[in-house]
């Protein structure tokens, strides 16, 4: 079955303690993103991949970090996270090669708490 | 810059009437534009795109929109809606072939009422 998925699906944590949310595509797809879903501000990009070693960032990229060391996997790194980035994560991935012109697949969300 | 406005954090109607979720955007280029829908405690499907074709796109579920350049919109309308259609709505837009950036609107919960 094609899919995203992303692990943990619920985490709460407490400010400092660095975290890694993980996400895995098996469609073979070139583009992978990462999105915050907050109340009332819709989903705001945080960082995307067009390909293996190469990222670049979104709208809201301050506090994370990403890497795409291999096709199918860009993990989310929280070196030092705070209570302002206590949301919803979703992971998305699509077809790349002539931009965002397809659909993309999103994960079913990881839920942070930082306390 | 691009941006996408959604009129509407909420919308009712009851169910068989017409659902009209508005969405305008600014780009400055010729743009992408898509409806997602979300169901609770899931992550976001593709309801429809538009991608420099047909100025009217049809999608699942009975959904459609219409690009309209001079008016920079691109609303969803359904002729008569369902229960199953209760959900939140995103409008996103993308600056075309040239990037890989997709901003979203701030989304419209549409609530179906018997």
Redesign the interface.
Same mark, same amino acid.
């Given at each position: 079955e094609a899919q995203?998925t992303q692990n943990p699906r619920y985490l709460i944590t407490v400010t400092g303690k660095k975290l890694t949310v993980t996400c895995s595509q098996n469609m073979n797809h070139e583009?992978m993103?990462w +999105?915050r879903q907050d109340p !009332? =501000? !819709? =989903?705001? /990009?945080i960082y +995307?991949s067009?390909n293996v070693e190469v990222t %670049?960032k !979104? %709208?809201v990229p301050e506090g994370y970090k990403v890497s795409r060391k291999e096709k199918r996997n860009f993990p989310l790194i929280l070196e030092s996270p705070s209570p302002n980035q206590t949301s919803l994560y *979703?992971c998305?991935s699509s077809f &790349?090669d002539?931009?965002?012109? &397809?659909? /993309?697949y *999103?994960?079913? !969300?990881t839920r942070l708490t930082v306390l | 810059a691009q941006s996408v406005t959604q009129l509407g954090s909420h919308v009712s109607v009851s169910e068989g009437a017409l659902v009209l979720l508005r969405c305008n955007y600014s780009s400055s280029v010729p743009p992408y534009l898509f409806w997602y829908v979300q169901y609770p405690n899931q992550g976001l499907q593709l309801l429809l795109k538009y991608t420099s074709a047909a100025t009217l796109v049809k999608g699942i579920n009975g959904f459609e929109a219409e690009f309209k350049k001079s008016e920079t919109s691109f609303h969803l309308t359904k002729p008569s809606a369902h229960m199953s259609d209760a959900a939140e709505y995103f409008c996103a837009v993308s600056e075309g072939d040239s990037s890989y950036k997709l901003i979203f609107g701030s989304g419209t919960r549409l609530l179906v009422r018997p």
């Amino acid at each position: 079955e094609a899919q995203v998925t992303q692990n943990p699906r619920y985490l709460i944590t407490v400010t400092g303690k660095k975290l890694t949310v993980t996400c895995s595509q098996n469609m073979n797809h070139e583009y992978m993103s990462w +999105y915050r879903q907050d109340p !009332g =501000l !819709g =989903l705001r /990009q945080i960082y +995307y991949s067009m390909n293996v070693e190469v990222t %670049d960032k !979104g %709208d809201v990229p301050e506090g994370y970090k990403v890497s795409r060391k291999e096709k199918r996997n860009f993990p989310l790194i929280l070196e030092s996270p705070s209570p302002n980035q206590t949301s919803l994560y *979703f992971c998305a991935s699509s077809f &790349g090669d002539r931009g965002i012109s &397809g659909a /993309q697949y *999103f994960g079913p !969300g990881t839920r942070l708490t930082v306390l | 810059a691009q941006s996408v406005t959604q009129l509407g954090s909420h919308v009712s109607v009851s169910e068989g009437a017409l659902v009209l979720l508005r969405c305008n955007y600014s780009s400055s280029v010729p743009p992408y534009l898509f409806w997602y829908v979300q169901y609770p405690n899931q992550g976001l499907q593709l309801l429809l795109k538009y991608t420099s074709a047909a100025t009217l796109v049809k999608g699942i579920n009975g959904f459609e929109a219409e690009f309209k350049k001079s008016e920079t919109s691109f609303h969803l309308t359904k002729p008569s809606a369902h229960m199953s259609d209760a959900a939140e709505y995103f409008c996103a837009v993308s600056e075309g072939d040239s990037s890989y950036k997709l901003i979203f609107g701030s989304g419209t919960r549409l609530l179906v009422r018997p």
